[in-house]
């Protein structure tokens, strides 16, 4: 699966890390428009306010409210629980609030009150799940059709569900077990967004890079999939031809939207599928043809 995890601030590296381990596409979105060929989002923990004051300075606010209705999985950890419910005690903007859950925020204390729990969580089997709560919300309604899922030993609700909306008021990505993380995947499964036909030569993994012209809009995080994004890029070059620097620049500008033609260009060099003057006042396509032209001059 193609799966996001909302990259504004928090601990979106350690859900990354932990998809990564379960052989899922794993991607930090930091753009809108990231989110169009995402299978499922997770929103992590982190500073409740500042996510929320990120989610609108960046424009997220509405995309991630029709994600959210689209059918697709979408979690929310700590401060993401905060943010998916419609009801929050003293946070000072609007989150995107689409989960019928009443949430206060810091309800367990500082970090110095941080604590762990042994939770039985409906529909995750394999018995008890291991829970890390910091500075940790607590789940104070839970209103229909959201219902909860787990609770401490008092009572209190700490997960709740909602069709395909999760919440938890701990940090799942913290612990090694990944029953939590595969739960999520499953919920909403059937429902999927639309595929999008990708340009020639690219593959599945580049879908949230991409848009409809064939623009890169964002640079990806994992190696590989740079590399793949150089590769192509390397394609609109043409053999036997030399460029000025103003010229690559061109070039890249006109193939992604994200206004770093420096980063693209030094890739090209570094990864061999461009060649350069030492000063930098010619640049080429690597290759034989290039190579032959290049000696004839």
């Known amino acids: 699966m193609s799966v996001g995890v909302l990259a504004l601030q928090g601990d979106f590296r350690e859900h990354r890390e932990m998809l990564d381990r379960m052989g899922h596409y794993a991607y930090e979105i930091r753009k809108p428009e990231q989110l169009r060929d995402l299978d499922a989002l997770i929103i992590p923990g982190g500073e409740s306010t500042t996510i929320a004051r990120l989610i609108i300075s960046n424009n997220f606010q509405e995309p991630l409210r029709e994600f959210c209705a689209s059918g697709r999985p979408v979690w929310g950890t700590c401060a993401g629980a905060i943010l998916l419910a419609k009801h929050v005690d003293r946070l000072d903007r609007p989150g995107i609030e689409t989960m019928d859950i009443s949430v206060v925020r810091n309800a367990f204390g500082r970090q110095v009150d941080s604590f762990e729990a042994d939770l039985e969580i409906k ?3 394999g018995g008890p799940f291991h829970a890390v709560f910091i500075r940790a919300p607590l789940i104070d309604a839970v209103h229909h059709p959201a219902g909860a899922i787990a609770r401490l030993e008092d009572g209190t609700v700490v997960a709740a569900r909602q069709d395909n909306l999760l ?14 993380h595969e739960y999520f995947l499953s919920i909403g499964r059937g429902i999927q967004p639309q595929p999008r036909t ?3 030569g690219l593959s599945h993994a580049m879908a949230p890079f991409v848009d409809e012209t064939g623009r890169l809009t964002a640079w990806p ?6 590399r793949e994004a150089i590769a192509w890029l390397a394609h609109r070059f043409e053999h036997g031809r030399h460029y000025t620097e103003a010229e690559v620049n061109r070039v890249l500008d006109a193939a992604h939207s994200f206004h770093d033609a420096a980063l693209l260009r030094r890739l090209l060099y570094e990864w061999g599928y461009l060649d350069r003057e030492r000063d930098g006042s010619r640049y080429w396509l690597a290759g034989p043809h290039v190579a032959e032209d290049t000696h004839a001059s």
């Open 123 to 125: 529909g995750v089997e």
């Open 167 to 180: 919440a938890t008021s701990f940090h799942p990505e913290l612990d090694d077990d990944t029953r939590l």
């Open 198 to 200: 990708l340009p020639e």
């Open 221 to 226: 995080v994992k190696e590989r999939i740079q």
